[in-house]
């Protein structure tokens, strides 16, 4: 609860950032049309225009390149979140069933989740297919879809 506490602050200063970006993107650009009027108008030199546009061009460019990096932060926290409460439901299914599972079930329930384990050195890692819901669904403690083609049957 309080990672998903965090997680809405953190969102919340995200969109703040985005909108103060958006706000320097749409300032930056105004200064350099006023600096292209005042160029049309005769006001400004070509060199005078050149050398007070690079700067404001650049930080342009930055301020775009933030907004871009805002964005893609913010979907990844959505990612991560979605997949978070997809695991938390998969594991709260898991847990109501597992008292009424057999060996040889829990084994292939396994096998199906892990894909691959590699061993290095100290470190093992586990790499898993664990299914994400493409859609929010009410949890029922009657199952819960292990695999997308079919229900996990057993024949003894």
């Known amino acids: 609860m309080q990672k998903r506490k965090q997680a809405s602050r953190e969102s919340k200063l995200n969109m ?17 049309n006023r600096m292209l009027d005042a160029y049309q108008e005769d006001l400004l030199t070509l060199d005078e225009l050149r050398q007070r546009t690079t700067p404001a061009n650049k930080r342009l460019g930055t301020a775009r390149t933030d907004l871009a990096n805002a964005k893609a932060a913010a979907i990844d926290e959505e990612r991560l979140d979605t997949i978070g409460q997809d695991v938390e439901n998969f594991l709260r299914c898991f847990q109501l069933r597992e008292e ?5 079930e829990k ?3 396994v096998r199906l989740l892990v894909k691959e384990v590699v061993v290095s050195g100290e470190i093992v890692a586990v790499h898993h297919s664990i299914p994400i819901l493409k859609k929010k669904l009410a949890i029922s403690p009657e199952g819960y879809p292990l695999c997308t083609r079919r229900h996990l049957t057993t024949t003894q």
């Open 16 to 32: 703040r950032r985005q909108k103060g970006l958006q706000e320097e993107i749409r300032r930056l650009e105004s200064q350099i």
């Open 107 to 109: 084994q292939q329930i």
């Open 100 to 104: 009424r599972l057999t060996v040889e």
